[in-house]
């Protein structure tokens, strides 16, 4: 079973920021094209495309419904093959970082010097230990074969 094409109807020259979307969607096609997945997983994606072809010829509509179906698909292929685009662990673990240890760590900073306008001294900490966890489990993914030679942009 093959992926399908994304085929559209409206012209994408016109909007520099449609043309950007679609070309990303297209190299995460291509790219998925060069992996061996389940039938499952393609008519899933095949779903998704057929979707997209459906979708209403508004350029903005149309930029919403294919970011969202980028996101649907890489969560899919995360979920069930394990395989993630570049720098996906990074940027997820960015977010996870300022909140899971920058907060924590700038409130413990600024009760112990009883100013709490130092707060959110403890927010770009936790994200730089959000984003070495990250960049760790990314090479992790590229020595195991799990990486996408694709970065995307949500």
Not at 44 to 65: D, F, G, R, Y
Not at 112 to 119: L, Q
Request: net charge positive; aromatic share 6%.
């Amino acid at each position: 079973m093959n992926i399908l094409s994304l085929e559209l109807s409206t012209d994408i020259n016109s909007n520099s920021n449609l043309k950007e979307r679609v070309d990303h969607f297209e190299n995460l096609l291509s790219e998925l094209r060069k992996r061996a997945l389940p039938d499952a997983l393609i008519q899933s994606i095949n779903k998704a495309i057929e979707e997209i072809h459906t979708a209403s010829s508004q350029e903005a509509q149309l930029k919403n419904v294919l970011r969202k179906k980028q996101s649907s698909i890489i969560k899919m292929l995360e979920k069930e093959m394990k395989l993630v685009p570049k720098f996906y662990y990074r940027n997820l673990w960015m977010v996870l970082g300022m909140s899971a240890f920058g907060i924590p760590l700038g409130v413990a900073f600024s009760l112990s010097i009883k100013n709490m306008g130092f707060i959110g001294i403890g927010l770009p900490i936790g994200m730089a230990i959000g984003m070495i966890v990250g960049t760790n489990m990314d090479k992790k993914a590229f020595a195991e074969g799990r990486q996408l030679d694709v970065v995307l942009k949500y």
